[in-house]
């Protein structure tokens, strides 16, 4: 069964981290590229990070820049996302995506791109 597993959301406070795991199960992430995004309530989606499978490399929305960290681990075919001096506007649902091939840069944000998407986990963070 094809799937992706997002996991490793819940309550914290702020300044607090997370770390959240995307695994993906019945194909492998390294001819993908991996996002993370989230939906607040009443709020559009939003692209947070993404990376590519081919080499690694990163990006970041402004929002999380600095503060969140997203990397892999092809041995267990998961992607992370690092989360830390968290905001209670970081309070969200958590998606992680895969879009097939590699883009880079801003591009890689938009969500038009991507086919398959796990479902969310949910992050809130307490003031």
């Known amino acids: 069964e094809v799937q992706l597993q997002a996991s490793g959301g819940g309550l914290v406070q702020a300044g607090g981290s997370l770390r959240l795991s995307c695994t993906a199960s019945?194909?492998?992430?390294?001819?993908?590229?991996i996002a993370w995004f989230r939906q607040a309530p009443g709020e559009e989606r939003e692209g947070v990070s993404c990376i590519s499978g081919r080499d690694g490399s990163s990006y970041y929305a402004d929002s999380v820049k600095g503060r969140h960290t997203i990397s892999g681990d092809t041995g267990k075919n998961t992607v992370y996302l690092q989360m830390n001096s968290l905001k209670p506007e970081d309070t969200a649902v958590y998606y992680c995506?895969?879009?097939?091939?590699?883009?880079?840069?801003?591009?890689?944000?938009?969500?038009?791109?991507?086919?398959?998407w796990g479902q969310g986990t949910e992050v809130t963070v307490s003031s």
């Open positions: 995506a895969t879009a097939p091939g590699y883009y880079s840069g801003e591009y890689c944000l938009m969500g038009q791109l991507y086919t398959f």
């Open positions: 019945g194909f492998t992430l390294d001819v993908y590229t």
